[in-house]
Each structure stands twice: as structure tokens, then as C-alpha cells.
Antibody, heavy 118, light 107 residues
Framework: EVQLVESGGGLVQPGGSLRLSCEAS????????MNWVRQAPGKGLEWVSH????????YYADSVEGRFTISRDNAKNSLYLLMNSLRAEDTAVYYC???????????WGQGTLVTVSS | DIQMTQSPSTLSASVGDRVTITCRAS??????LAWYQQKPGKAPKLLIY???SLESGVPSRFSGSGSGTEFTLTISSLQPDDFATYYC?????????FGPGTKVDIK
């Protein structure tokens, strides 16, 4: 069974940093692209970042470009999101999601809440 | 950037109703479109990929159609478990934009 488990969320002050992790199991992690998607409270889904299976291709949404860094460790079956210069508008539940069928998202974690507030 | 729109934003329906949700892209995305269902407090669930392909395990009352810029998700006979919010998503270009969502609630 495919499992994705996010961790690392919490309360952080504006301008601060946070590192999210997503631990994968039940599939060959190194064969799949991965993504981060977020959802602000009461709002819709927003794609944040994509990383290819070998980490050779990386994309970011304009709203996080230059502040967030996606990475992965295939030996540890783990995906990461380093978030710097956090703003109140980054407050959201962050989901990791597996890319399948040419990059739609077929499996999702349960999400981790990031709250940016003083 | 490709922008996605959905209509309606909210839909009130009864069990057994046929329900149709429309998604439009600001430029052609061929059939690179997915549909997701999300219930409160839960992660989204993939229903349809490549515009019309049913994800494994998804009931056959769900179907998708369309190509280019206009797409539809149809639920042939609405069931109690189907009351949720539905999102479309394009994956033709790397920005992977989602639509704003359509909430299906009980009439």
C-alpha cells in the first residue's frame, strides 16, 4: 500500500524558516516524481513545487520561487521542502503527492499544517 | 500561465441526481486534465486522469470527458458519499494549476 507521511509543520514567525519532510513507503520511491501542494484554511488547492524522480528537473510556483527549496533523498525514501522567508500567506496545510500518469497526483499524504504568525 | 475555471462554484443536488461540473482552461491542454474529490479535513483523491480515464477503485458512476479547453466531470447518480468538493487540474504545463473547486452539497 502506498503511504506518504508528512511531518515538520508548526507555528513559525514571519520571516522564519521551516523544513517539511514526507516519508514514502509501499512503492519504489526513486521511480516517481513528487510534488508539494498546499491548501490555505478554507481555500482551494495550490500546487507549490515538483521534483523529478532523479531530482534533475525542479519547478516552483511563482508564489514561492526563490524562498522554497524542494529536494529528495531516494536512499531514505524521503521528500523535503525547505521554506525560508515565510509570510502569513504561506499558512496552509502542506501535502506531498506522488506524480503518476504523466504528472497528475495519484497518492497524497495526510498533510501537515504550517502556521505563520507572530 | 494556464488558468483554470470551474462552474458552478456550488451545486445543490439530491441523492440519485445526475450531476455535471465544467472545467475550462485558458488555453488548450489537450487531454492533460485530472479531477479530484476532497472531503473536509481529508487529502484530495484522484478520480479521473487524462480527461476520461477512471482511476482504479473509483466507482463507475464517475466519468470525465472533453479535450482542448473544455472538460466535464459527470456523476451519473449521486450517492451520499459523493457530497464533497471537486477540483480539476491541468498537467499540460509544469505549473500544474488547479481549478477553484466545485462544492456539491445536499439540496
Amino acid at each position: 500500500e502506498v503511504q506518504l507521511v508528512e511531518s515538520g509543520g508548526g507555528l513559525v514567525q514571519p520571516g522564519g524558516s521551516l523544513r517539511l519532510s514526507c516519508e514514502a513507503s509501499g512503492f519504489s520511491f526513486s521511480s516517481y516524481s513528487m510534488n508539494w501542494v498546499r491548501q490555505a484554511p478554507g481555500k482551494g488547492l495550490e500546487w507549490v513545487s515538483h521534483i523529478s524522480s532523479s531530482a534533475s528537473v525542479i519547478y516552483y510556483a511563482d508564489s514561492v520561487e526563490g524562498r522554497f527549496t524542494i529536494s529528495r533523498d531516494n536512499a531514505k525514501n524521503s521528500l523535503y521542502l525547505l521554506m525560508n522567508s515565510l509570510r502569513a500567506e504561506d499558512t496552509a496545510v502542506y501535502y506531498c503527492a506522488r506524480g503518476e500518469y504523466s504528472n497528475c497526483f495519484d497518492s497524497w499524504g495526510q498533510g501537515t499544517l504550517v502556521t505563520v504568525s507572530s | 500561465d494556464i488558468q483554470m475555471t470551474q462552474s458552478p462554484s456550488t451545486l445543490s443536488a439530491s441523492v440519485g441526481d445526475r450531476v455535471t461540473i465544467t472545467c475550462r482552461a485558458s488555453q488548450s491542454i489537450s487531454t492533460w486534465l485530472a479531477w479530484y474529490q476532497q472531503k473536509p479535513g481529508k487529502a484530495p483523491k484522484l478520480l479521473i486522469y487524462k480527461a476520461s480515464s477512471l482511476e482504479s477503485g473509483v466507482p463507475s458512476r464517475f466519468s470525465g470527458s472533453g479535450s482542448g479547453t473544455e472538460f466535464t466531470l459527470t456523476i451519473s447518480s449521486l450517492q451520499p458519499d459523493d457530497f464533497a468538493t471537486y477540483y480539476c487540474q491541468q498537467y499540460n504545463s509544469y505549473l500544474f494549476a488547479f481549478g477553484p473547486g466545485t462544492k456539491v452539497d445536499i439540496k
